[in-house]
């Protein structure tokens, strides 16, 4: 199963403050204890380490997130098709076309149950968008995307090893 799946997620963590780590992993558990039959699609991305659950593996059935900012250091817990879910309560931020969250500052006050509403309704939303229903897989880790070009923190390792290899 993929939630046992966590070595390129921790590499790619590891470049993060420890307690991003620990908030950003107990995070995925609980989208996974939620959705074990989802694949989790992980871009290590320009500005954010972002880790997206999906019934497929195209981002664009994607029904929530995890972002983790390189040079904010901060995390993101999203649906990316925010805008067509309801949020009576008003918590969620974003005011694009489509991507809503919220700001995850500690395990202790993220809201699991009023996000479990969420989810739901997330989830019925992305198997909605999926047409051809073959296109569903289950329980998969997938690497998407790794930038070669990192901003913040993550660049000044990245030049930091490539110097001390050279040297």
């Known amino acids: 199963m993929a939630i046992n799946e966590t070595a390129s997620l921790k590499k790619f963590l590891s470049v993060f403050p420890e307690e991003l780590q620990n908030t950003a992993l107990w995070l995925r558990e609980f989208a996974w204890k939620l959705y074990p039959n989802c694949n989790e699609l992980i871009y290590d991305n320009y500005n954010a380490l972002a880790v997206g659950w999906s019934p497929t593996d195209r981002v664009g059935h994607t029904f929530c997130s995890i972002a983790v900012g390189r040079t904010s250091h901060n995390i993101h817990f999203g649906f990316y098709w925010g805008s067509e879910i309801s949020d009576p309560e008003k918590i969620l931020l974003g005011r694009g076309n489509q991507y809503r969250y919220i ?40 690497v998407k995307s790794i930038s070669e070009k990192k901003r913040g923190s993550m660049s000044k390792t990245i030049k930091s090893k490539t110097r001390k290899k050279r040297q």
């Open 103 to 142: 700001l995850v500052k500690n395990k202790n006050d993220f809201p699991k149950a009023y996000i479990k509403k969420l989810l739901k309704e997330a989830y019925a939303n992305s198997l909605a968008k999926v047409e051809d229903k073959n296109q569903i897989i289950k329980g998969q880790t997938m």
